[in-house]
T-cell receptor, first 113, second 114 residues
Framework: EAQVTQNPRYLITVTGKKLTVTCSQN?????MSWYRQDPGLGLRQIYY???????DKGDVPEGYKVSRKEKRNFPLILESPSPNQTSLYFC???FGQGEETQYFGPGTRLLVL | AQSVTQLGSHVSVSEGALVLLRCNYS??????LFWYVQYPNQGLQLLLK??????LVKGINGFEAEFKKSETSFHLTKPSAHMSDAAEYFC????????????FGSGTRLSIRP
């Protein structure tokens, strides 16, 4: 089954404790991105990657890191989480940008205390 | 740069009534327009999209949207609401360039009254 998977689905952590949210897709997509969803703000892009070893900042990259060492994986790293990073996070993949359909993972709900 | 505005953060309709979710966009070049749906505790999935050609686009679950360039709108409609349509709906825009990223609206939560 074609899908985007994320782990964990739910995470509670404390300020400053490094964490990683994994994202994997099995559709051989070149383009992957991370979004955060906050009430009233819709989805805002954090980082994106056009291909392996190619990443770039989205609209809200502060406090986040990403890497793209393999085509299928695109982990999101919070080196020192803060309460304002409490949010619902989505990974998405597609064949490209522009008119391409994005396929979303199920989401990771993060609470930073 | 492109942008998208969804009018109404929450829309409530009766089962069987018309669903109308409004979306207006701004783009300096011909846009690509999307509607995504998010069911509770799930990720977003594509409902329909407009790229080129016919301006009336049909999607899944009986939804359709019409691209109106003169009004810079891409409103989503469904003739008869069903309880299973309760979800959050996001309008999105990107530009006709392979390098253009997608911009999402703030979302509209659709509730269906029995």
């Amino acid at each position: 089954e074609a899908q985007v998977t994320q782990n964990p689905r739910y995470l509670i952590t404390v300020t400053g404790k490094k964490l990683t949210v994994t994202c994997s897709q099995n559709m051989n997509h070149e383009y992957m991105s991370w979004y955060r969803q906050d009430p009233g703000l819709g989805l805002r892009q954090i980082y994106y990657s056009m291909n392996v070893e190619v990443t770039d900042k989205g609209d809200v990259p502060e406090g986040y890191k990403v890497s793209r060492k393999e085509k299928r994986n695109f982990p999101l790293i919070l080196e020192s989480p803060s309460p304002n990073q409490t949010s619902l996070y989505f990974c998405a993949s597609s064949f490209g940008q522009g008119e391409e359909t994005q396929y979303f993972g199920p989401g990771t709900r993060l609470l930073v205390l | 740069a492109q942008s998208v505005t969804q009018l109404g953060s929450h829309v409530s309709v009766s089962e069987g009534a018309l669903v109308l979710l409004r979306c207006n966009y701004s783009s300096s070049v011909p846009p690509y327009l999307f509607w995504y749906v998010q069911y509770p505790n799930q990720g977003l999935q594509l409902l329909l999209k407009y790229t080129t050609g016919a301006t009336l686009v049909k999607g899944i679950n009986g939804f359709e949207a019409e691209f109106k360039k003169s009004e810079t709108s891409f409103h989503l409609t469904k003739p008869s609401a069903h309880m299973s349509d309760a979800a959050e709906y996001f309008c999105a825009v990107s530009e006709s360039s392979s390098a253009s990223k997608i911009i999402f609206g703030s979302g509209t939560r659709l509730s269906i009254r029995p």
